[in-house]
């Protein structure tokens, strides 16, 4: 019977079909996906920051950053058995949860939080063939690397599947 695997906040989880991977609240959190077709070795990271240089005291928490995290994410989906040159991925999250006045940048964590970990699977040459990332809700994501798909749910709107 396919197990569920919960993947909890600046967290990380791998597994092989048809078992499937769960992460609950991505606010301004990114939840990668990451997927051998071939396999159906899957991964699923839930980043919180986008880089782990520009934190002073990061703790060594790997899963926590787009940057580090994606490539412990690879590594472990490789030491299962994924071939590196056939992962694929989708990415959701990185919702702006708060208007502030006069926001700086560094205030835009979600925004940050997409394009940091797009430009990383892009330096991995990990191809992103969807994403649902943005607007101003937090969503729940469920990824199945058996099929590829990514559900997505949010209160009081469509389920959604990538």
Do not use: W
Not at 21 to 36: F, P, W, Y
Not at 71 to 82: P, S
Not at 109 to 121: P, T, Y
């Amino acid at each position: 019977m396919a197990e569920i695997i919960k993947v909890g906040m600046a967290d990380l989880k791998t597994c092989k079909a048809p078992d499937a991977l769960i992460t609950l609240g991505l606010g301004s959190c990114v939840g990668i996906a990451i997927r051998d077709p071939l396999t159906k070795i899957g991964g699923l990271a839930h980043i919180m920051l986008p880089d782990s240089k520009a934190i002073m005291n990061n703790n060594g928490v790997k899963e926590k950053f787009a940057d580090t995290g994606i490539e412990e994410l690879v590594q472990q989906m490789v030491g299962l058995g994924a071939d590196r040159n056939r992962l694929v991925a989708k990415i959701a999250g990185g919702a702006t949860m708060f208007q502030l006045q006069g926001r700086s940048d560094i205030m835009k964590i979600g925004e940050r939080n997409v394009q940091a970990s797009i430009k990383k699977l892009n330096e991995l040459n990990i191809a992103l063939l969807s994403r649902d990332t943005g607007d101003n809700y937090g969503r729940t994501v469920t990824f199945y690397p058996e099929t590829g798909e990514f559900h997505i749910r949010a209160i009081g709107r469509d389920n959604k599947i990538i």
